[in-house]
């Protein structure tokens, strides 16, 4: 890092070096002009601006001048290269002060904290990412959004919740996981991350029994009838075995590894939904020895049995057919089939000899035994009692958590798939109160583990061949490619931006060693994975996975608060470089009453443990790869106005997928609701032909009477239509007759009183 520094500060001084050069140059050039021109009187053949009293000339204008009038004006000409000379001379030496003084300031180093600049390069003034703290110089909230990895050394109570895993949590806008200990990011973030955000929102609780956590089941993601299911086997068996990652040196571990390889393999091809729990139930059958379990499913006498009979028997074969030869092996037709079926819900008989080239034995004469679990199944049965009992204890002691009621019954099915955080934009918060988690450790191993391993399985690579130019393609190829980038320049591309995951492991040393985290450090954000490990110190991290660990190494961007151990403070001291401090000393001699001073340059570390000790609460020590160190402040989240906002009522319960089934597997349920189907359409079907049979034969026997019955209907129907018409016009006839004559008898009385007028008159 010295050296780095070292060379970048050469870099910076020589490029400063330059810049003053050229000033300097150019600024004794154009004294000489203006001092040439004095010196004749602004003699009006030399032209000029002039401005009020003054002339103003080109700055270079001296060098035309001293080749044109050198022999007309050669004394003014010469004493205007002696003051240039002399000047020239002053800057040398103020140069070689300042480059003195230079060397002597930095020989022991140039450690500094970044400035407003340095801290500017790095674009930390983002509206979403991991939050770093607030910048020393602006107060803006500092926030990363790259693919480098991020470590937090911060003690209990000393803030590292207000200042990034809270703010976070609301403000990192793609896909987190986060190992939520308390469940309070749950209640402060999920409304806003469902709400605002639009991304679902998983909370996994294994110990919730308030009904707010979804289930997940890890043996739902073995790649099983393929060539990868051993390895996500191995994946699993060995994250739930090997807690403090000892590896192949322990025997007991190795072994009991084993035996899990081959039972998640068996119970995940007996039964398609089987999970962890049915692994244990395996591991601790109730009614039977689970040597004697294991060697049912082989196909070989049992552990107490002298020969084969009982096989045979438990076979279905009787008495009569079993015949025992001289060696007293057994000799009858079913024998090749004593072995357990793996195939029974595959329609590929042939499987393991197409993944395992596994063409069957004497026991298993159409190899539908699977070959793994009966190799791991065989080497457990025949290791002798005290070993096997130490492999079974092993085993046992490290998967009864699953025999837990409450925790069982948050991981029989999966409510969501790993490939679609990555898929999605999701959130994940891993759920357990701190007593107890001791309890559901191995679980949270097991998530961490599975979404690396699964996420990090195979890159696809665009190959892109370059195809081979003419002549006139390579004449037009430059002017096809300014016109590409001014075409993108005014009409740019909009590219989809692609999903990251960032895994948020707090107390990651409570869940020990992960050696898949380690491992994937180095490769992971190739595969838009990105960590942020939280722990309580460097001492501690380094406690659990050693002093020479490759998660330091990777994570480009390391954050520490305040230590309060013993340890750290030293080592984050010894992460400093050293910068060169001046120091006065003051000598007397004898009776001496004027002191004399001298002046020393001594290396000194940016911050010494004690100083590292007593860091402020407010400040953030941030350093970041290959740059200088920020000494930031932090941020007290719940001050700051725009976190208000964001606050939002907590969900009630975590969001919910449909059960999720491996396509390589054939589901019981399905396939016995399938037949159930097809038998009723079947019936079905009888019935309606039985229907139209008889409908038939009863139309021809009715037709006559239904015809009569259609024309009785039709004239009933029809006489009373008319029988009503005919009485409403006897009516309507009988009232117009009525009013006629009353008309009629009117008409007569105004007759008769005109005809008796008529007479009076005459």
Not at 444 to 467: A, G
Not at 533 to 561: T, V
């Amino acid at each position: 890092m010295n050296k780095a520094n070292n060379k970048k500060e050469n870099k910076e001084f020589f490029i400063k070096f330059l810049k003053f050069l050229f000033l300097f140059a150019f600024l004794q050039c154009w004294f000489a002009t203006q001092y040439f021109a004095y010196k004749v009187h602004y003699n009006d053949i030399l032209g000029g601006l002039k401005i009020k009293n003054y002339k103003i000339y080109s700055p270079f204008s001296y060098i035309v001048w001293k080749y044109k009038y050198k022999n007309k004006v050669p004394k003014t000409i010469k004493h205007v290269n002696e003051v240039i000379y002399i000047t020239s001379l002053i800057g040398l030496l103020v140069m070689a002060i300042v480059l003195s003084k230079k060397n002597a300031s930095t020989v022991h180093g140039t450690a500094k904290w970044a400035d407003r600049d340095e801290i500017k390069k790095l674009d930390f003034d983002r509206p979403h990412g991991l939050v770093l703290g607030c910048n020393p110089y602006t107060s803006k909230i500092m926030r990363e959004h790259s693919d480098r990895h991020a470590f937090m050394g911060a003690p209990t109570r000393m803030g590292k919740g207000i200042n990034s895993v809270t703010p976070t949590a609301f403000d990192w806008d793609k896909s987190i996981i986060i190992n939520d200990i308390k469940g309070e990011l749950w209640g402060l973030t999920s409304g806003y991350r469902k709400h605002v955000l639009g991304q679902k929102v998983f909370c996994f609780a294994p110990l919730d029994t308030d009904g707010i956590s979804c289930q997940f089941n890890s043996l739902d993601f073995i790649a099983i009838g393929t060539g990868k299911e051993l390895e996500d086997v191995a994946a699993i068996s060995q994250t739930l075995i090997d807690v403090d990652g000892k590896g192949e040196s322990d025997h007991w571990i190795t072994s009991a590894i084993n035996l899990i390889n081959g039972i998640i393999l068996h119970v995940r091809y007996s039964n398609p939904k089987a999970s962890l729990v049915d692994v244990v139930e395996f591991l601790t059958p109730p009614n039977i020895s689970l040597v004697d379990q294991i060697a049912d499913i082989l196909g070989v006498p049992r552990e107490m049995e002298e020969n084969e009979v009982g096989v045979a028997l438990r076979n279905g074969d009787t008495k009569q057919d079993i015949k025992l030869n001289s060696k007293g092996e057994m000799i009858y037709p079913s024998k090749g089939y004593a072995c357990f079926d793996h195939l029974k819900h595959f329609k590929d008989k042939k499987l393991f000899k197409k993944i395992y080239s596994y063409e069957g034995t004497d026991r298993d004469l159409e190899g539908r035994l699977h070959p793994l679990v009966a190799r791991e199944f065989m080497a457990f049965f025949k290791t002798p009692d005290r070993e096997r009992g130490s492999i079974l204890s092993t085993a046992t002691q490290k998967l009864k958590i699953f025999l837990d009621p409450i925790i069982a019954q948050h991981i029989r099915k999966s409510d969501f798939t790993i490939k679609q955080l990555m898929e999605e934009k999701c959130t994940l918060y891993l759920v357990t109160p701190p007593k107890n988690l001791y309890r559901t450790k191995s679980l949270l191993r097991l998530i961490f583990t599975q979404v690396v391993f699964e996420l990090t399985d195979r890159m696809s690579f665009d190959s892109k061949v370059t195809k081979k130019l003419n002549f006139i393609q390579k004449l037009l190829k430059p002017f096809s490619t300014q016109f590409n980038n001014f075409v993108n320049y005014f009409f740019p591309k909009v590219v989809p931006e692609k999903n990251q995951i960032l895994l948020m492991i707090d107390e990651a040393t409570a869940l020990g060693k992960l050696d898949i985290i380690e491992q994937s450090m180095a490769y992971a954000a190739g595969y838009r994975l990105k960590f942020f490990i939280i722990a309580q110190s460097l001492n501690q991290f380094k406690k659990i996975y050693g002093e020479n660990n490759y998660i330091i190494d990777n994570c480009s961007i390391q954050m520490f608060l305040t230590p309060n151990d013993d340890k750290t403070p030293k080592m984050l001291s010894d992460m400093f470089d050293t910068y060169t401090e001046k120091v006065r000393n003051e000598s007397k001699k004898g009776f001496q009453l004027v002191p004399t001073y001298s002046w020393s340059y001594v290396p000194r570390k940016l911050m010494t443990p004690g100083e590292v000790r007593t860091l402020p609460y407010e400040d953030v020590i941030l350093m970041v790869t290959g740059q200088n160190p920020i000494r930031a402040k932090k941020l007290i989240y719940y001050e700051d106005k725009r976190y208000d906002l964001k606050k939002l009522p907590g969900l009630k319960k975590s969001d919910i997928n449909e059960d999720f089934s491996n396509k390589n597997e054939i589901d019981i349920e399905k396939l016995k609701n399938l037949k159930v189907i097809e038998k009723k359409e079947e019936e079905f079907t009888q019935k309606l032909e039985a229907f139209n049979e008889a409908l038939k034969e009863a139309t021809d026997d009715l037709y006559e009477e239904i015809s009569t019955n259609r024309s009785n209907f039709a004239k009933k129907y029809f006489d009373e239509l008319y029988q009503k018409e005919i009485n409403e016009k006897e009516e309507n006839l009988s009232k117009y007759t009525k009013e006629v004559r009353k008309m009629n008898n009117d008409l007569l009385e105004k007759m008769n009183e005109t005809e008796i007028n008529f007479s009076n008159e005459r």
